[in-house]
């Protein structure tokens, strides 16, 4: 993602503002990330929602944990951000525009505007002058304190610096509207939002929140030659204090660590012993990645799942269809009529099912010119669209008639249906040609000519780092394989199962490739 890309202020996702020693001041340290290939967010699930239904996928926490915290106000998406003409008046029932904060001041109330309050600040010397410096936090002031007001819980809160200018004076150096939580982003747990800390040249955000099912999730910021970099974060998901899911990230070693347990409660509770305690070190499933170079905190804001919340403006141009797609314009979802699978600064990636419910698309929607492009067309669900090193990945259903055997009264009857019996892995070109698929799961008992029961729900739940691809195939609540390959399918191998019990591993193939034994 080029930090000199133009794209108009009024569609942006939560631009991060900066001045000349902020985050859109300069190219990163390491390789730039080409337009809309910033590394994605992994894809989500939840124990008590099917993975890969695209309009639950309302939370995200962790890579493949979906916490409970849906806050489903449609008005959401509508607030606005402030223009070059400045903000307007506001009219009744109407969010707030998001200011654009000044450029210099003497201090940290200086760079709060009227209508907003300063939550939350810490102090550092990140441009290391001797001079403090300071990161905070803004949100609109309440309109009502006692009761609350629609537009309190759906207004983004801006995260934003100030550094010293050796003059006794401040300048500007990031605003970001991204990064932080709303009111309404906690779930049942209330306002998620928990304080800054910051060492040295560093700077922490945190979060917390769900209901029974709990997540945190905090994330590090370091300044390095005037630009900032997300260097560090830390994930967890579980049942109250018992973790089933734990995820850190440290870019300065380039290493991430995945540790996952089943959430099954029959499986959670063999870890507890009688007391109520557990062995906290044991999970089912451990394992490290290589990270892809570091965001900035402005691409780590534009690629966070939250961010489409804070559009503005999803008004579309045109409408564009590759080769192999077919549908009537009429009949194409916009992105704000869909849940976004992946975001960057350039695009959104979605899918969507035709109106008569036998075909499934994905899109890709284009900030700049306001582009929509049908990409792909499949039978069974598309899902956990990502773009990566030039390439766009989703996984798709395998759909095959299968006979069940059904009681009725006294007797029995075979039915036959169609009924989803794998996944696939596929990845094309961004433009929707070049499709292939790189791998593929089919259920081992699927092949059976007469099933006694019906098939458990199939998804897939991925993550795309370091030219690899690890990918966990949910089963219902059957044992979870897990595989890791290398980007284009290559090098297919199992590093575990969720629970991790001794029983046969299920089969995966590779396309076109020797088979998994």
């Known amino acids: 993602m080029r930090k000199g890309t133009h794209i108009p202020v009024t569609i942006i996702i939560g631009i991060c503002l900066a001045s000349m020693t902020g985050c859109g001041s300069q190219e990163p340290k390491a390789q730039q990330i080409p337009d809309s290939l910033a590394a994605s967010e992994p894809g989500t699930d939840s124990p008590d929602r099917m993975p890969g239904d695209a309009a639950d996928n309302t939370a995200d926490p962790m890579s493949d944990k979906i916490p409970d915290n849906k806050s489903d106000r449609e008005s959401a998406e509508s607030f606005m951000q402030e223009d070059d003409q400045g903000s307007r008046e506001e009219t009744p029932g109407e969010p707030c525009r998001v200011p654009t904060l000044p450029d210099t001041g003497t201090g940290l109330t200086d760079f709060v505007p009227e209508g907003w309050t300063l939550m939350d600040s810490v102090e550092l010397d990140f441009n290391e002058d001797q001079v403090p410096d300071y990161v905070g936090v803004l949100e609109r002031t309440l ?35 991204n990064l932080i939580r709303t009111r309404a982003e906690g779930g049942v747990f209330g306002d998620p939002y928990e304080p800054l ?19 945190s999730e905090a994330n590090t910021y ?53 007391d109520g305690s557990w062995d906290e070190e044991r999970f089912d ?17 534009a690629v966070w799942w939250l961010a489409p919340k804070r559009v503005a403006d999803w008004s579309v141009e045109s409408i564009g269809f590759s080769a192999d797609t077919e549908l009537s314009e009429d009949r194409v979802k916009r992105p704000d009529e869909a849940y976004p699978d992946y975001c960057d600064q350039d695009c959104v990636l979605y899918a969507f099912p035709g109106g008569d419910g036998s075909s499934h698309y994905l899109a890709m929607y284009r900030f700049e010119g306001r582009e929509l492009t049908v990409l792909a067309e499949s039978d069974g669900v598309i899902g956990g669209a990502r773009l990566y090193r030039g390439k766009l990945y989703y996984f798709t259903e395998i759909l095959e008639e299968v006979a069940y055997k059904q009681t009725q009264g006294q007797g029995e009857r075979i039915v036959e249906e169609e009924d989803v019996v794998g996944i696939r892995l596929n990845r094309m070109n961004p433009d929707g040609s070049g499709k292939e698929t790189i791998f593929e799961y089919e259920y081992p008992e699927a092949d059976q000519e007469i099933l006694e029961s019906r098939l458990p729900y199939l998804s897939l739940i991925y993550e795309l780092s370091g030219d690899e691809v690890i990918a966990e195939v949910y089963i219902g609540n059957r044992p979870h394989p897990v595989y890791r390959m290398n980007s284009d399918g290559s090098g297919l191998r199992w590093i575990g199962q969720i629970p991790a019990v001794q029983t046969e591993v299920p089969a995966a193939t590779e396309t076109d490739k020797e088979p998994l034994t």
């Not at 610096?161 to 150096?173: E, P, Q, R, V």
């Not at 800390?197 to 769900?210: I, M, P, V």
């Open 285 to 301: 499933v451990e394992y490290e990645i290589s990270l892809d170079e570091p965001l900035t905190l402005c691409q780590a804001g």
């Open 197 to 215: 800390t910051a060492e040295g040249t560093s700077f922490t955000t945190h979060a917390y929140g769900g209901s029974a099912w709990k997540w």
């Open 143 to 177: 309109s009502d304190p006692e009761h609350g007001d629609v537009w309190d819980d759906v207004i983004p809160r801006i995260l934003f610096a100030i550094a010293s200018d050796g003059a006794g004076g401040y300048d500007l150096d990031f605003q970001d509207m």
């Open 222 to 274: 370091t300044w390095d030659e005037g630009t900032w970099y997300r260097t560090m974060s830390e994930n967890t998901y579980g049942y109250g204090p018992f973790v089933t899911s734990y995820e850190k990230d440290d870019w300065e070693r380039g290493v991430g660590i995945r540790k996952e347990r089943s959430d099954d409660f029959d499986e959670m509770e063999k870890y507890w012993d009688s």
